[in-house]
Nanobody, 123 residues
């Protein structure tokens, strides 16, 4: 059974940085593409970035304007999302998802999701 768990969310001020973490088990992590999504209240879930098994990155959205960076450590079964210069518009529940193959699929094709970690940015 695949389990995905996010951590690292919190309440920050505009301009601050935050680094989210996500661990996954029940799969061969080093062979699996991983991605970050977010969903703000009243809005649809938005794909952010995906990282393939070997570090290749797909950008599902350009709303982060280069402020977000995805990375992974296969030895720790962990994927990260570093977020810089956060703004109130970045407030959302952030979700991590595991794919079913080495490379990044379309954003709608992820089947394994965490429960999310809340990020709140105050002005």
């Amino acid at each position: 059974q695949v389990q995905v768990m996010e951590s690292g969310g919190g309440e920050v001020q505009a301009g601050d940085s935050l680094k989210l973490s996500c661990t996954a088990s029940g799969l061969t992590f080093g062979h699996t593409a991983m991605a970050w999504f977010r969903q703000a209240p009243g809005k649809e879930r938005e794909g952010l970035q995906c990282i393939s098994w070997n570090g290749g990155i797909d950008h599902y959205s350009h709303h982060d304007q280069g402020r977000f960076t995805i990375s992974r450590d296969n030895d720790k079964n962990t994927v990260y999302l570093k977020m810089d210069n956060l703004a109130p518009g970045d407030s959302a529940m952030y979700y991590c998802a595991a794919g079913d193959s080495y490379f990044c699929p379309a954003p709608y094709a992820f089947n394994h999701w965490g429960r999310g970690t809340q990020v709140t940015v105050s002005a």
